[in-house]
């Protein structure tokens, strides 16, 4: 057997949580090279920037983008140009005009491009999509709150332009939504908090609405202490779908249906390897879209400073 041969661009949290631990124990892949201003890795081939890596690192076959979300779109044409498939971190990118294109890109010149999305993934999320299917649903309802200081600790790239502030965990509902709801949704109002001394908002309360009118309402708060919150609550005709836990448990009314904590990211890098041997790629920028349209249609308020 080949083994895809994996470059990681951007040696931080989800690098070390998440794709070191899964592609050591894929033998279908071999981590090559490393590309991080700061970081390295002992026995692996370590560079300062991708363009550093490129030009002078060992060859490779694929690149996973695992750096802030403002440099990801620059980072994968690059990667695309190179002749590389690219497995993307969500959200994909910082704008819709960088990746979007890239899909034609990807296709012209052979190569995979992966637009991740860990929370679909989940093992509650292809049984709540299935279960719905055979619904009325009458109304959904997303809280997704967690503490900024617990969860994105000195990350200040999440408050810079592009870095998404609480969109950067409530994308992760929307990657959820947009997945298991029958139909399109469009938003309809939103409301968005800036912390006075930051560029990107730390809560959110949003509204959608389907061409059935159906109410879609979600909150998304990073001020969020004691109990952390990741639930989608679905009101149907047959009563309640909860999924929680950010998509590990699948409740309907009070009979649990799933509980599981398998690890996602075995099952991206699964995804990936199957693009690459069918030469297809995958990229929905659904979510995406749903929160550029936050940021447009969004009306600002001013909240207190935030400091780490
Ligand atoms: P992070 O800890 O800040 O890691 C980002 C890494 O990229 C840092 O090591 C950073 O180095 C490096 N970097 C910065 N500029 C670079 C460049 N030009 N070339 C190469 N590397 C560069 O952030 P993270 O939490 O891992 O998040 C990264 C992405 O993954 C985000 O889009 C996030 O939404 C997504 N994600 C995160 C999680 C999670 O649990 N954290 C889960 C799923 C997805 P410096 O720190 O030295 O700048």
């Known amino acids: 057997m080949t083994q895809l041969r994996l470059a990681i661009v951007g040696l931080g949290k989800i690098a070390r949580d998440q794709h070191l631990p899964t592609v050591a124990a894929l033998p279908a892949i071999a981590l090559a090279a490393i590309a991080d201003p700061n970081a390295s890795l002992d026995g692996v081939a370590s560079f300062a920037s991708l363009e550093e890596m490129l030009r002078d690192g060992p060859p490779i076959d694929a690149v996973a983008l695992c750096t802030p ?17 690219v497995l993307l971190e969500k959200p994909p990118a910082a704008t819709f005009s960088g990746i979007a294109p890239l899909v034609d890109v990807a296709r012209a010149s052979g190569k995979t491009l992966f637009a991740s999305w860990h929370a679909r993934f989940s093992p509650a999320v292809e049984p709540a999509k ?7 649903i009458r109304a959904v309802r997303v809280i997704w709150k967690e503490d900024v200081r617990v969860w994105h600790p000195g990350q200040a790239w999440i408050w810079e332009p592009g870095g998404f502030g609480v969109f950067d965990p409530g994308i992760n509902a929307l990657s959820i939504l947009t ?13 968005l908090a800036f912390p006075s001394n930051r560029a990107a908002p730390i809560a959110a309360t949003l509204d959608f609405s389907d061409t059935g009118g159906l109410a879609i309402h979600a909150d998304f708060d990073f001020r969020q202490t004691g109990t952390q919150t990741w639930a989608i609550e679905v ?18 009314d009070e009979h649990v249906l799933v509980d599981e904590k398998k ?3 075995p099952l991206i890098y699964r995804r990936f390897l199957d693009l690459i041997a069918r030469g297809e790629s995958d990229v929905d920028l659904a979510p995406l879209a749903h929160v550029a349209d936050a940021f447009m249609l969004g009306r600002r308020h001013v909240v207190e400073p935030f400091e780490d």
């Open 235 to 252: 009101d149907t005709d047959r009563g309640r779908l909860t999924l929680s836990a950010g998509g590990a448990k699948l409740t309907h």
């Open 69 to 85: 979300p403002q440099l990801r779109g620059r980072q994968a044409a690059m990667v695309l140009a190179a002749g590389k498939h």
């Open 179 to 191: 997945r298991i709801l029958p139909q399109p949704f469009v938003l309809t109002r939103a409301e």
């Open 130 to 136: 299935a279960w719905l299917a055979e619904r009325e």
């Open 263 to 265: 690890a996602a990211y």
